[in-house]
């Protein structure tokens, strides 16, 4: 039995632009609410598509990978809201499903949509300014998932004097589905950079033998597009930690460490790249959009993701040191 839906939506209010666009299909066998829904999504940058069925929209889904947020209605014919949705939960990565229901957000209705495998639910007749919300959560969902999958692809050079330590962190980092390149000491780092592009993060050793890591991070640091650098000691001391921040090293480790730190601090590194990235490729767009030089290398990797926090210009936060097991 259909709910009584029609005209029930309130007009639109004015709520500002949700940022870069991005591709939602409205499901929902009311031409009215896609009508509705269609000129809301439109005035926040949103590309709309419309499927007036479960089927339809399995169709539209199918062949379009793009897109990234579905607004899905329960009850419809032929195919229903929690039927496609059970359906999409197989594929590799969903889009960001939000239900709609004309029964209210009541916890039964929500724990039936949230077990088909919905990602949040609303309430018809829904409030714009609530919709917005929403859709800015899944917004900021859909960045956290792609910015996990984006990162597990970075070039990261060891420099490291320690072989045991250069087979542990390589064997971690590929793990992680890095690519990983090693040096023994700085001249051979050096030389790997020189030779090799798209090198993301270079994590070196404070002490090694013929050039040490504060000198390598030195000379990295007068390129015009140095990669990521994070400076490993064993050291605790307030000073050896100054002198690699003015050596313009972006963040520091001490070893020990565990594999959590190491991994969060990989995080901050492509976080940091990503924003980077974006500013560049901002600067160097030609009249097309299209982005060019050291811009385009980096959004080579880093294109699915956008920074999670804001990073300072003015640099790192520098952590506290500490022992790890």
């Known amino acids: 039995m259909r709910r009584e839906e029609h005209g029930s939506v309130p007009p639109i209010i004015q709520l500002p632009s949700q940022g870069r666009s991005m591709k939602a299909l409205v499901v929902d ?90 990602n949040d639910c609303l309430a018809k007749p829904f409030i714009p300014d609530i919709l917005w919300w929403k859709l800015l959560a899944a917004k900021q969902f859909l960045k956290n998932r792609d910015f996990s999958l984006a990162i597990e692809h970075m070039k990261i050079l060891v420099a490291d004097d320690d072989l045991l330590y250069r087979t542990v962190m390589r064997n971690s980092l590929m793990k992680w589905k890095h690519e990983v390149l090693e040096a ?36 990295l640091r007068k390129k015009a597009n140095p990669p990521y650098i994070l400076m490993a000691s064993g050291s605790r001391c307030d000073q050896v930690i100054q002198e690699c921040k003015e050596a313009g090293a972006n963040d520091y480790l001490c070893k020990p460490f565990n594999l959590d730190m190491l991994q969060s601090r990989l995080l ?51 952590p506290s040191c500490v022992p790890t097991s």
Not at 198 to 216: A, R, S, Y
């Open 29 to 118: 066998d009311s031409d009215e609410i896609r009508a509705i829904l269609r000129r809301i999504l439109v005035k926040w940058n949103y590309e709309v598509c419309e499927a007036s069925n479960g089927l339809e929209a399995a169709q539209i889904l199918e062949g379009d990978p793009g897109i990234q947020i579905v607004l899905l209605d329960w009850v419809m014919p032929v195919m229903d809201g929690l039927e496609l949705c059970r359906n999409l939960q197989a594929r590799k990565n969903p889009p960001y499903i939000l239900m709609f229901t004309g029964t209210g957000e009541e916890e039964e209705v929500r724990a039936t949509f949230l077990k088909a495998g919905a």
């Open 268 to 318: 901050d590194a492509a976080r940091f790249l990503e924003s980077s990235a974006d500013s560049e490729n901002h600067a160097s767009e030609p009249q097309g959009g299209v982005p060019t030089g050291d811009g385009a290398l980096r959004q080579d990797r880093m294109i699915r993701v956008k920074s999670l926090q804001n990073h300072s210009d003015s640099g790192p936060l520098w």
């Open 184 to 219: 023994a000491n700085g001249i051979e780092a050096a030389n790997l950079i020189e030779q090799q592009t798209g090198i993301h993060v270079v994590i070196l050793d404070f002490w090694m033998p013929k050039m040490n890591g504060l000198e390598l991070c030195n000379n």
